[in-house]
């Protein structure tokens, strides 16, 4: 482990987009947070979402691939249980519209056994709680967050 390095964390969407996108609000908070991540993982759907949102910004998103590609972030597609794990929790959780994505970075937390996880979505995340019950870790609070 790198000194000074915090343990694995999970990145959301949002996340990442502050991450890469300078102006974005809450830029060097999450630069922070993630840089300081022993290890970072990239939820094969979040990848999904991070392009379509960057599909104006290639220079960003072709930049992200380029740390995917060296191994700065670990990617982690989802396997089909962890799919089907992931419309189990967004059925637990349905008055609170989770949804695939989302239920897929549960569903691989609860895999890799990692409750730090880096997102803007503090109402979903707030809220679900793994298998055995325990919540999630929100490694950074944003200054707007997405209530939506």
Avoid: K, W
Avoid at 109 to 136: C, K, M, N, Q, Y
Wanted: with cysteine.
């Amino acid at each position: 482990m790198v000194a000074g390095s915090a343990a694995a964390l999970i990145c959301d969407t949002g996340a990442l987009l502050d991450y890469l996108v300078e102006g974005a609000a809450d830029h060097q908070l999450f630069r922070n947070a993630i840089d300081s991540a022993r290890t970072r993982y990239v939820p094969g759907l979040v990848l999904a979402e991070v392009d379509y949102f960057l599909r104006d910004e290639r220079p960003a998103m072709n930049a992200f691939m380029d740390d995917l590609a060296r191994g700065a972030f670990t990617y982690a597609p989802p396997t089909l249980d962890q799919l089907l794990r992931a419309m189990e929790i967004d059925q637990r959780y349905s008055d609170l519209g989770v949804g695939l994505v989302d239920a897929s970075i549960v569903a691989l937390a609860e895999r890799i056994d990692v409750r730090r996880i880096a997102t803007r979505d503090v109402r979903h995340f707030s809220a679900v709680r793994l298998h055995d019950g325990s919540p999630l870790e929100l490694v950074v609070h944003p200054t707007d967050p997405d209530r939506s």
